[in-house]
Nanobody
Framework: VQLVESGGGLVQPGGSLRLSCRAS????????MKWYRQAPGKERELVAF????????NYADSVKGRFTISRDNARNTVSLQMNSLKPEDTAVYFC?????????WGQGTQVTVSS
């Protein structure tokens, strides 16, 4: 199993970024996917969830209305569109999948929101 994130970077407050996670080594279309983030000195927190077929999504209250999770099962990719970014969105963002009792994580991609 491999999860590889991309798309992070430095953006000004109010700006946008689109994160992507390319998955391999498992049947992507059969499993829900999640995005987490971890800010310096804070615990890792769940940001967004998407069901296996993409029909159900859920978001942390802090990002509702600003972030959108989506997936392309034909390309084994899950994305996170982040709009109206705030300095408090600064964190390392991780792609996550749980299969049975085992959780898998990507290496993370840094998002920094600063003027």
């Amino acid at each position: 199993v491999q999860l590889v994130e991309s798309g992070g970077g430095l953006v000004q407050p109010g700006g946008s970024l689109r994160l992507s996670c390319r998955a391999s080594g498992f049947t992507f279309s059969s499993l829900a996917m999640k995005w987490y983030r971890q800010a310096p000195g804070k615990e890792r927190e769940l940001v967004a969830f998407i069901s296996s077929a993409g029909l159900t999504t859920n978001y942390a209250d802090s990002v509702k209305g600003r972030f959108t999770i989506s997936r392309d099962n034909a390309r084994n990719t899950v994305s996170l569109q982040m709009n109206s970014l705030k300095p408090e969105d600064t964190a390392v963002y991780f792609c996550n999948m749980k299969r049975g009792w085992t959780e898998y994580w990507g290496q993370g991609t840094q998002v920094t929101v600063s003027s």
